[in-house]
């Protein structure tokens, strides 16, 4: 599969954004989609993943219930909602794939499939 992530952007601390990725190549029930982000100097942390098949979903500490990782199978599109922003969100937010169970595994070296990620910059 390839990966394209988009909708990143500038938001103050406290707002909402709604950043998306389009899939595109053959997809299976057993794939798992993940988002994670990247603050520079840092590594790529898991935020969230879904399981193509059944819709499950599995989150990482960092957005401690105010992200929400949704699917849309018709439109081929993984998306991350996030509300509360605090400028620590601050990073560039990639999207990945894997094969397996949702809750498996939350290393970034187990996903691949990167697209480009898209900046996401909360001021404070």
């Known amino acids: 599969v390839q990966l394209q992530a988009s909708g990143g952007g500038l938001v103050q601390a406290g707002g909402s954004l709604r950043v998306a990725c389009v899939v595109s190549g053959r997809t299976y029930s057993q794939h798992v989609m993940g988002w994670f982000r990247q603050a520079p100097g840092k590594d790529r942390e898991f935020v969230a993943a879904?399981?193509?098949?059944?819709?499950?979903?599995y989150y990482g500490d960092s957005d401690k219930g105010r992200f929400t990782i949704s699917l849309d199978v018709a439109k081929n599109t993984v998306y991350l909602q996030m509300n509360n922003l605090k400028p620590e969100d601050t990073a560039v937010y990639y999207c990945?794939?894997?094969?397996?169970?949702?809750?498996?595994?939350?290393?970034?070296?187990?996903?691949?499939?990167w697209g480009q990620g898209t900046q996401v910059t909360v001021s404070s």
């Open positions: 990945g794939a894997r094969y397996g169970m949702v809750t498996s595994t939350t290393l970034a070296y187990d996903f691949g499939s």
């Open positions: 879904v399981s193509w098949g059944t819709g499950d979903t």
